[in-house]
């Protein structure tokens, strides 16, 4: 969640009255079309967006109309315009155009797994005069999901709404499977908050292998969190546990007994 609050932060942009400073003679006006704003100036903020964050692959501004003027690229920053799309029929134009966020649907490429960002750019009047949208790598999210680990075995999913994987840890998730027939997963992409403390949370994961389940929906994103344990492997720590538990308890009640004869 702090990493998508990071990246939707940097795709925010609001132009004030002092970024126009150079667009009229009369210095200082208001924008109501990012295409009035000199090139330079637009690729100055693109480059500030890069430097933000190293899982911004891309960015772009589109016109209100949806015609592409200016794309910088992380490794090729000079992207001609014979390039440039029409994105005037694209969700990822339609929505921040619209004036409301737009995260895509997960895709999968030879750099890892990636997403589109696009926000409404505004005036200081707050009226939309364009969209940024960029390409995200999720890597740093499939790092941090990698990390989780539960007893020996136990893992974290990543899934999208739709119930695809989209990483494991501990898991091999390259082939991205749909989880949907999974009825804790299919629970928790709808909304749900599952424990791992009843019945219905045990059953048999998509590896083919009995296993405890719980997850949550990130708040505002269309992804939730699934962890799985194997059950033979949370049960052995179980015992373990109860029988650390019980020699610590015998233990006591010995030195207490001593304790109490002197």
Known sequence: ERFFKEITGVFDLRLSRDAAQNVGEQGSITIYDIAVIP???????????????????????????????????RSRPVVPEREFVDASRLEKFIKPRAGERYISPVRYTLEGSR?????????????VIGVLAGDVLLKPVERSIARGVLGNAGYLLLVTDSAELITASVRDSSAHPALRDIGLVASVVAGATRTGLEDADRYTSFWGERVIGAGAHLETLPFAIVAEWPEADALELTRTLSQQALAFSLATLLGVFLLSIL
């Open 39 to 73: 090139s330079a100036q637009r690729r100055f903020l693109l480059e500030g967006i890069l430097s933000e964050s190293r899982a911004i692959e891309s960015v772009s501004f589109f016109t209100p109309e949806g015609r592409e003027i200016e794309r910088m690229e």
């Open 115 to 127: 997403i589109t960002v696009a926000s409404p750019v505004r005036n200081a009047a707050q009226d």
